[in-house]
């Protein structure tokens, strides 16, 4: 319920209307005329509604709160005219079944109300003339925001150039879970200006770990609206817009569009390969990353700059990658998403300040057990018919990779390739190797590169590790290196 | 050809009422969009405001700058909010 009046606001009345026997929990915030802004003495306050939009909006704010939080019921009622000190300019109040989503829906209120409740004050002063608040020269520069950043901009890379130029930036966050939720707090942060985001999923409590944008009040509430809502509380002028929907095929270039820089923080390769394809047809810069497990993967993708998406895994389609690497309810270590999420913020300041980023041609590869991060080239393939022909994508599902460009296989594929074909398990420092009886199996250290080059040279070897990450990858660089009988196996061989 | 010009209603609030001097404010012009149309109210009705720091309300609903105007339409600008 949402109302603008003329005549004083009555608390104890409008809190004795609160009440409710399924309300366990009752918030009241009151905000009151002061007797001083910014150092001067105030005598009163007048405040100015644009009606008609000003009920729409308070409607629509407490529809999407009480969305949000749930099992909340919002009451708030907004004074107009002429408001002596101590009076009740505002009057939220919230009842819910628990305090969490209580206070939490209180606080939200109040803050979109501030943000965009078309409504204006006049303070008058004893001494000076009577001003609009918000509306002087001196709000209008904004010296918080140059405070805000000194620690920033001071950084001879960043400097006040810079930082203008991230306050010019349009960034899209596609996804907004584990890698999503770091990166939008570290780029609200650096003062990006506009942030979209774009996630059609709902908070869960198994998303809690790991998506620290999230409290246990949001749970049940679209991501998009929670993360928004947290991220305008970290930085007074930020502007972001949200999707709650997926990314589909129909309307991903509309989505990418009108942004400068693209983070793919998505948890499927379905919709990482659409979000790719939309990036290179619009040439706009992507900044990908992927967690399995203790393990992340980051790309920086720039058409006509080394190899694209379907290059690094060489022409195979989503669906055939999905059931490697799907880590949607998956078990997840929450630094992992947390540091490959703060290094997809990074390489997107980077790439707006005109630094030196992350090479468009390598794939880092970062394992949070070992401590260990690997650098990958990626390179085109010059038969790649997406770097190739831009304008006539293929859609994922229809492409059709050749056996010779399939790097996963089974263990029958495996089997026909000949009695001399063998299994090589990569060890990741510590790890010992497993036991299978086989006899074409054998285990070498991750890192031995020259060992791994002369097995291949003898004869067709699939590479197994115990995530499927590192496997691939390297199966990918030795083929680079003209190594055609190499693959990655399925699944780790003591688990087959 | 001359382009037709658009009948609009204008309200004005807060700070852009004390510099219009008006509240309401009925005209035709040739202005396609509100950008169009605060930048000629800025020339014709002294309006200081910048136009970078103002939104804008088409019909009781936030619009952009850009947006097509067309005839009858109900224009707000509105500067920098301060409820609560």
């Known amino acids: 319920m949402f ?9 104890a009345d409008r ?41 729409a909006e308070g409607e629509a704010i407490i529809t999407e709160t009480e969305q949000l939080y749930t099992g909340t019921h919002v009451h708030c009622v907004h004074r107009t005219g002429s408001l002596q000190i101590g009076e009740v300019a505002i009057w939220i109040g919230v009842a819910s079944a628990h305090r969490a989503a209580g206070f939490a829906a209180c606080r939200h209120v109040i803050e979109e109300i501030k943000r965009r409740l078309p ?47 991230l306050t010019a930036a349009r960034v899209l966050v596609v996804g907004v879970g584990g890698l999503g939720c770091p990166a939008a707090l570290y780029l609200t942060g650096a003062g990006i200006g506009q942030l979209t985001l774009v996630d059609g999923g709902h908070v869960e409590l198994s998303n809690l770990h790991r998506q620290l944008l999230f409290t246990l009040a949001e749970v ?41 820089v693209v983070l793919d923080c ?31 993967t980051l ?17 195979r389609t989503a669906s055939e990658l999905e059931p490697q690497e799907n ?49 990958i080239e990626r390179l085109a393939r010059p038969d790649c018919p997406v770097c190739r022909r831009l304008d006539q994508l293929p859609a994922p599902a229809t492409a059709q990779p050749s056996e010779r460009e399939t790097i996963w296989i089974n263990d029958a594929q495996l089997a026909a390739l000949g009695p001399t074909a063998k299994i090589i398990f990569l060890l990741e420092p510590g790890e010992m190797a497993p036991s299978t009886g086989r006899s074409n199996f054998l285990a070498i250290p991750a890192h031995d590169l020259a060992a791994l080059r002369e097995f291949v040279a003898t004869g067709p070897v699939a590479l197994s590790c115990r995530h499927g990450l590192r496997s691939a990858a390297l199966a990918r660089l030795l083929r680079a290196e003209g190594g055609p009988e190499i693959y990655a196996l399925k699944a780790a061989p003591d688990q087959s | 050809m001359a382009e037709t010009p658009l009948q609009l209603q204008i309200r004005f609030f807060a700070v852009l009422r004390e510099q219009a001097g008006c509240s309401i404010l009925k005209l ?56 609560g």
Not at chain 1, 239 to 245: A, L, P, S, V
Not at chain 1, 274 to 293: E, F
Not at chain 1, 359 to 365: D, E, G, H, N, V
């Open chain 1, 299 to 315: 790309d920086v993708f720039q058409r006509g700059t080394g190899g694209c998406l379907h290059c690094l895994w060489a022409g």
């Open chain 1, 3 to 11: 109302e603008l009046t003329a005549t004083p606001i009555d608390p």
């Open chain 1, 266 to 296: 998505t948890d499927n390769f379905t919709s990482r390969f659409i979000l790719h394809d939309a990036c290179q047809a619009l040439g706009l810069p992507l900044i990908s990353a992927a967690v399995h497990r203790f393990e992340g």
């Open chain 2, 28 to 83: 035709a012009t040739t202005a396609r969009t509100p950008a169009e149309l605060y930048a000629e109210l800025q020339k014709s009705h002294a309006l200081t405001f910048p136009a970078n720091l103002l939104r804008v309300s088409v019909n009781e609903r936030y619009g952009e700058m850009q947006t097509p105007l067309t005839t009858g339409d109900r224009i707000v600008f509105i500067p920098p909010v301060a409820g």
């Open chain 1, 220 to 260: 049940g509430a679209p991501k998009v609206l929670a993360a928004a809502a947290r991220l305008r509380l970290q930085h007074p002028a930020i502007e972001i817009k949200t999707h709650q929907g997926d990314l589909t095929a129909t309307n991903a270039r509309a989505l990418v569009a009108g942004h400068d």
């Open chain 1, 15 to 55: 809190a004795r209307r609160l009440a409710a026997p399924e309300a366990g929990a009752a918030v009241i915030f009151e905000g009151r005329v002061r007797n001083h802004h910014l150092g001067q003495p105030v005598t009163h306050l007048e405040y100015e509604a644009f009606d008609a939009l000003a009920q």
């Open chain 1, 119 to 165: 409504v204006w004050k006049k303070e008058h002063h004893p001494d000076v003339a009577a001003e609009w608040v918000n509306c002087t020269t001196e709000a209008a520069t904004n010296l918080t925001l140059s405070a805000y950043h000194t620690r920033h901009a001071s950084l001879p890379e960043v400097g006040a150039a810079g930082q203008a130029k």
């Open chain 1, 327 to 375: 880590c949607a309810g998956g078990p997840v270590f929450g630094p992992a998403v947390g540091v490959l999420g703060v290094m997809q913020a990074a390489e997107t300041l980077k790439l707006i300040l005109g630094l030196a980023g992350a090479s468009a041609q390598q794939t880092r590869l970062v394992n949070l057990l070992d401590g260990s991060a690997l650098t």
